[in-house]
């Protein structure tokens, strides 16, 4: 008996030694984990605060509603800020349906076979291809082949190109989560696939899809290598009126002031970069308020 | 007296007895474990694979019309695979095959010129875990009734369906309610109510009591009573005292060394529980096993 307390008692003094040790490294990452962190936030915080004392005198309504200018107090983004919603609407029209009946097709449709094997590598890859990989097959196929010019059309289809892969793996994964016994109930019943895919599926996954598509949007609107590589112009004084004109869009012209030598184009470029941040700002919001929506709906 | 052989405690005894004996004494047919004359569902030589897997071997049985037959049998044994088999819902999952056919009403449900859609309207299902639509009560209900084009009164097939199942003075206060805000055996009822919507011929019923209290339970075995008026009823069931109450019919189902999912012993409820002609059904009734 006595013996044995004896045993304890060394052992816990062998224990007792590394204690302080194994304290001392534990704090040390608790501590590099938070400089780590702090570095992330301060980095972000600064350039943020740079560009907000920088840009902030010159957001004003004359900003809005001007064009580009060779004069710093006449110049504005209009025709960015146009030229990006018309992008964008032509790339959402093209690469929202698309990438959905995709989604649709490769989850409920198609067979477990090489074909839909490969497909889905691919999707996957295609994900991680560098964004102006896509530029130079939009010039080469939209711009010359398909002789769309250098136009917002051309645009659209590059960055729908661009965005695919991430609607279609957002769709799967919003279809995927479809509980089996939805599917179940419905089939049970005498629906068809497709009336189990269109009353049931969909309605179901839709909130994911609609969150993976405006995360797509939020890519896209940033990008600007693709678009420089098809040959967006830098200094646009008009708006697109049509698919087929020429066009800029706000990552350009942000790029295109900070390049110029007056120091009163790179506070445009900083007013610029704050409406850029305002719009992706919102639309990530949107996506993150319909993510919860979804968690909690069912 | 009648020996129930299964049941320990005395109270419980009493009831089941007293079913048994009603049932006895009412209304079954003396020659149906071996002829069953003009059965609604007939399964004939049936095999079910899950890929390599054989899950049901050569199962024949005919289910008598607008009776409810209890399917019993250890966990695994095949009972969920074949009740699948009879409305087609098994070929959702890749890489199964059949053999052998079933009939609904003299039809081969898997010919060639059949539709699995067609079938499923005209066999109902109602699953282990109740699995109301997130929608409407009203649209739960009309559902299955749209898609296979039903034409007359909505209001009337909502209320119809829901009085069928027992559900409507419970709910009637607001049809726009989510089906998901009723209690479990109020959904399971929600279920029962959408899936005869669609006037099937065949009930399915895949243990529909599993997930409940013992007072929803009791609520469906009546419902179940009731509609066996109308519908042909075939329960899968881990209870058997539920088995016992309920059924008509019971087949007994059992996988062994030599083959899975095989069909032992079919006939009467009372005959089978209280002189089951082969010894494996004894034991597990008996519960030595399972
Ligand atoms: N989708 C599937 N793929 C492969 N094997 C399956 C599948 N579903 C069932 N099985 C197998 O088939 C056999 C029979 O399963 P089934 O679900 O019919 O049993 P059960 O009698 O309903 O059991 P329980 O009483 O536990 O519900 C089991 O061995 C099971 O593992
Ligand atoms: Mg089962």
């Not at chain 1, 994911?208 to 112009?233: H, Q, S």
């Not at chain 1, 919860?292 to 069912?298: H, N, V």
């Not at chain 2, 069909?263 to 089978?272: H, R, S, V, Y």
Request: hydrophobic letters at 50%; charged letters at 20%; glycine letters at 6%.
């Amino acid at each position: 008996m006595a013996e044995d307390t004896g045993t304890l008692g060394r052992s816990a003094a062998v224990f007792k030694a590394s204690m302080q040790w194994r304290r001392l490294k534990s704090h040390f990452f608790v501590v590099l984990g938070l400089l780590s962190v702090l570095l992330g936030v301060v980095a972000l915080l600064v350039l943020l605060v740079d560009v907000i004392v920088q840009g902030s005198g010159w957001l004003d309504w004359q900003f809005f509603t001007s064009f580009d200018s060779r004069f710093p107090a006449r110049a504005g983004i209009k025709a960015a800020l146009f030229g990006t919603l018309y992008m964008m609407v032509f790339t959402m029209l093209l690469a929202v349906p698309i990438g959905v009946m995709t989604a649709i097709y490769l989850e409920e449709y198609a067979g477990d076979n090489w074909f839909t094997q490969f497909i889905q590598v691919n999707i996957a890859n295609l994900a991680g291809v560098p964004s102006i990989v896509y530029g130079l097959l939009g010039l080469q196929v939209f711009v010359r082949i398909m002789e769309m010019g250098r136009s917002v059309l051309a645009g659209s289809c590059t960055m729908a190109l661009l965005i695919l892969p991430i609607i279609i793996v957002a769709s799967r994964e919003a279809i995927r989560a479809v509980p089996p016994s939805m599917r179940e109930a419905s089939f049970a019943l005498g629906a068809s696939k497709w009336e189990t895919v269109r009353h049931h599926v969909l309605p179901y996954a839709l909130p994911g899809m609609l969150t993976g598509a405006i995360l797509a949007a939020a890519r896209a609107i940033g990008e600007t290598a693709p678009l420089i590589t098809i040959g967006a112009l830098t200094f646009v004084p008009f708006l697109p009126e049509h698919p087929l004109d020429r066009f800029t869009v706000l990552p350009i012209q942000i790029f295109n002031w900070v390049s110029r030598a007056q120091s009163e184009f790179h506070h445009l470029a900083a007013a610029g970069i704050i409406v850029l941040l305002v719009v992706l700002i919102i639309l990530n919001s949107v996506a993150i308020y319909l993510r919860q929506r979804l968690r909690t709906r069912y | 007296m009648l020996k129930v052989p299964f049941i320990s405690s005395q109270e419980e005894e009493s009831t089941v007895d007293a079913v048994i004996r009603e049932a006895v004494a009412t209304e079954l047919p003396t020659d149906v474990s071996v002829e069953m004359p003009n059965p609604a569902v007939e399964v004939n030589n049936f095999s079910l694979w899950y890929g390599d897997f054989q899950a049901v071997t050569e199962v024949s049985i005919k289910f008598p019309r607008k009776k409810i037959t209890a399917v019993i049998g250890p966990s695994g044994c095949g009972k969920s695979t074949l009740l699948r088999g009879i409305n087609r819902m098994n070929e959702l999952i890749g890489g199964v095959r059949t053999q052998g056919n079933v009939l609904l009403e003299g039809t081969n449900v898997y010919a060639d010129a059949v539709d699995p859609v067609e079938v499923r309207r005209r066999v109902g299902m109602v699953f282990q875990k109740p699995n109301p639509f997130p929608r409407s009560i009203r649209d739960n209900i009309l559902f299955g009734a749209r898609v296979n084009g039903y034409q007359a009164n909505e209001d009337e097939l909502v209320e119809a369906a829901l009085r069928s199942a027992a559900l409507w003075d419970e709910v009637n206060h607001d049809l726009k309610q989510s089906g998901l805000a009723l209690s479990g055996g109020q959904q399971q009822r929600l279920c029962i109510a959408r899936a005869i919507a669609v006037s099937p011929e065949v009930l399915l019923m895949d243990e529909p009591c599993s997930a409940l209290d013992p007072v929803a339970t009791l609520k469906i075995e009546d419902l179940m009573r009731e509609l066996a008026k109308d519908y042909t009823i075939i329960i899968v069931t881990h209870n058997m005292q539920q088995a016992a109450r309920v059924s008509d019919f019971t087949a007994f189902m059992l996988s062994d060394d030599t083959a899975r999912g095989k069909l032992i012993e079919f006939g009467p409820t009372t005959d089978l529980f209280t002189n089951p002609s082969d010894e494996r059904t004894e034991a597990y009734i008996t519960g030595r096993f399972g």
